[in-house]
């Protein structure tokens, strides 16, 4: 079946780190890709998405390319706010289907 | 233009009973799923309503069931609760076309907890 694993956190940054959150799946076909962002005690956020492979989706200064050869959606940000603090979620639909499968998440920290 | 939104919040029950949590599509997306969120984990997909009618479903148990009124607007029940079913529950909403059919727009969950 389809997964998602992502790196453990927490990550723990100073203000204006670079910051990557690794992804990869596991899914037949060729799956939309998404990051989700979830601050404390709220619902979840689209954050940015990629639809084919070697597309890039982008929002707010984050980045994620869809690599299909290696199977992976990393996320980067140049420059990290203490704001940015928060858990990121990556997550995969196949086009057969609506349902979306998520990663375990990956807490974010940032310190002034 | 409102956004997904759950009702109510938070919950608290009891083992054994049973729980009602209510949805509301964004303006304009005629497509609900709902996902369980355990603590420190990531949202496990339950099932899906399309045209009142449940399209997908999810690795859930008959104790998990829904419905999708004319209006969109859907409910998820859960009977004979557990204390694992306690978890935030997430309701997210799509569309047909375009982008509306490709992104999944999340409401802020409703937190319930079962003693």
């Known amino acids: 079946g389809d997964s998602v694993t992502q790196m453990e956190g927490p990550v723990t940054l100073s203000e204006e780190a670079f910051l990557t959150i690794n992804c990869t799946y596991t899914a037949t076909g060729y799956p939309s890709l998404f990051w989700y962002v979830q601050y404390p005690g709220e619902g979840l956020q689209l954050l940015l998405k990629?639809?084919?492979?070697?597309d890039k989706g982008s929002n707010k200064g984050f980045e994620a390319t869809y690599r299909k050869e290696t199977t992976s959606f990393h996320l980067e940000k140049g420059s990290v706010q203490v704001s940015d603090s928060a858990v990121y979620f990556c997550?995969?639909?196949?086009?057969?289907?609506?349902?979306?499968?998520f990663g375990g998440g990956t807490r974010l920290m940032v310190k002034p | 233009d409102a956004g997904v939104t759950q009702s109510p919040t938070h919950l608290i029950k009891t083992r054994g009973q049973q729980v009602t949590l209510r949805c509301s599509p964004k303006?304009?997306?005629?497509?609900v799923s709902w996902y369980q969120q355990a603590l420190g984990q990531g949202p496990q997909f339950i099932f899906q309503?399309?045209?009142?009618?449940?399209?997908q479903r999810g690795n859930f148990p008959d104790r998990f069931s829904g419905h999708q009124f004319p209006n969109y607007s859907s409910e998820l029940n859960v009977n004979a609760l557990l204390l694992g079913d306690s978890a935030l529950y997430l309701c997210?909403?799509?569309?047909?076309?375009?982008?509306?059919?490709?992104?999944?727009?999340f409401g802020p969950g409703t937190r319930l907890l079962v003693l």
């Open positions: 303006s304009g997306h005629d497509t």
């Open positions: 997550a995969l639909r196949r086009n057969a289907g609506n349902m979306l499968t």
């Open positions: 997210a909403s799509s569309g047909l076309a375009g982008d509306n059919q490709e992104t999944q727009y």
């Open positions: 309503y399309y045209e009142e009618e449940e399209r």
């Open positions: 990629a639809t084919k492979a070697d």
